[in-house]
């Protein structure tokens, strides 16, 4: 290998310490605008919120067993889907809440409705997924930053062998001299 494939090398690998850290840096500044920032905004209601949100709110709660955003159930005001229904084969769990509803009859009676659905609200389960996501992405981005310095350390140092090696004739070969070896600079 020649001394210009290590220089060339030094130089790509360089270019992609800076651009890894580039992008390291950047998330990790960003890490808090992506952790805060959630499908609500100014105190908005799911109720208030467009359907697509709403369905993607709804796939939440179905994977995350959990129901509504920050407050609960009460997000979704008297509209409570059937996403947020807890699993009716065990209603004593800690995830389940048994709401009680009075609704009047069109007679005028009162009815007494019952739902069993989850306790916890969906922000802080899908915050954290997000978080361990963004987390093992700063985690991965600076591990090839340090497997690119590596990289860069032992091309600098074979270019350095590169440069001290002296080709011998092969019909002459003696060995340097000790004032040879410890004269010699490092590059």
């Not at 799911?46 to 179905?62: M, R």
Request: aromatic share 10%; with cysteine; hydrophobic share 40%.
């Amino acid at each position: 290998m020649s001394l210009t494939f290590f220089s060339q090398y030094l130089i790509l690998t360089g270019i992609g310490l800076v651009i890894l850290l580039i992008f390291a840096v950047s998330l990790s500044i960003l890490k808090s605008v992506i952790l805060d920032s959630g499908p609500f905004t100014n105190n908005m209601t799911v109720d208030q919120a467009h359907n697509t949100t709403k369905e993607w709110l709804e796939s939440v709660q179905k994977w995350a067993e959990c129901c509504g955003w920050e407050n609960g159930y009460q997000d979704w005001g008297q509209n409570i889907p059937d996403s947020c229904l807890c699993d009716s084969n065990d209603p004593d769990s800690p995830k389940c809440h048994s709401l009680s509803n009075h609704t009047v009859g069109e007679d005028g009676s009162s009815v007494l409705s019952s739902k069993v659905i989850f306790s916890e609200p969906c922000a802080p389960i899908y915050i954290g997924h997000m978080e361990r996501f963004v987390n093992a992405a700063i985690g991965i981005y600076f591990g090839l930053v340090v497997i690119d310095m590596i990289g860069m350390v032992l091309s600098i140092m074979m270019i350095c062998q590169i440069k001290k090696y002296v080709p011998t004739s092969a019909f002459y070969q003696s060995p340097p001299t000790y004032s040879d070896l410890n004269n010699k600079p490092l590059c």
